[in-house]
T-cell receptor, first 115, second 113 residues
């Protein structure tokens, strides 16, 4: 089935540094979603991308929909301690002929920010 | 607008028991999806409901079932609990079938002893 590979698996950075993470797939995705999850909570939608090549920002976050439609990137600028968490990429999956309500998620990138 | 709510937040059960989890979507959202999250398998899709109909199902055994009510609220049930069912169960709602943006609730942490 469709799988998403996220890298890196974890990152340890200093406050103020920029962060880059990416997500790749062997299959084409028509939508890329980026979520952040804090411990014990559900994922929170950060950015949604719908067109190949699209670059979208949400505050200090910027995400891009790769032109091959098989990858996406998330950048965080000037990181702060509250950026700590797990970041997931996700996309709708067509396995079985329907993608109704089904998102496939990457394994997540664990971000640690040292003050 | 209130977000997705899930009850209960925490649950402890023993093997062989059954459990029912509840999800109230964002007002106006008619699609509700359920996911299981574990450290080993990550986030895995269970099923999706729209207008009281299950339209999509993941690769989980028949012990996992769900339903949706006319007000879009949804429940999932797990019968004959196994130790491996211990997980965070997440519900997500979206505005309509064609929109892929899903908004998650805080989850129900199920522990099976």
């Amino acid at each position: 089935g469709q799988q998403l590979n996220q890298s890196p698996q974890s990152m340890f950075i200093q406050e103020g540094e920029d962060v880059s993470m990416n997500c790749t797939s062997s299959s084409i995705f028509n939508t890329w979603l980026w979520y952040k999850q804090d411990p014990g909570e559900g994922p929170v939608l950060l950015i949604a991308l719908y067109k190949a090549g699209e670059l979208t920002s949400n505050g200090r976050l910027t995400a891009q929909f790769g032109i091959t439609r098989k990858d996406s990137f998330l950048n965080i600028s000037a990181s702060i301690p509250s950026d700590v968490g797990i970041y997931f990429c996700a996309g709708p999956t067509n396995a079985g002929g329907t993608s109704y309500g089904k998102l496939t998620f990457g394994q997540g990138t664990i971000l640690t920010v040292h003050p | 607008k209130a977000g997705v709510t899930q009850t209960p937040r925490y649950l402890i059960k023993t093997r062989g028991q059954q459990v029912t989890l509840s999800c109230s979507p964002i007002s106006g959202h008619r699609s509700v999806s359920w996911y299981q999250q574990t450290p080993g398998q990550g986030l895995q899709f269970l099923f999706e409901y729209f207008s009281e109909t299950q339209r999509n199902k993941g690769n989980f055994p028949g012990r996992f079932s769900g339903r949706q009510f006319s007000n879009s609220r949804s429940e999932m049930n797990v019968s004959t609990l196994e130790l491996g069912d211990s997980a965070l169960y997440l519900c997500a709602s979206s505005l309509a079938a064609v929109y892929n943006e899903q908004f998650f609730g805080p989850g129900t942490r199920l522990t099976v002893l």
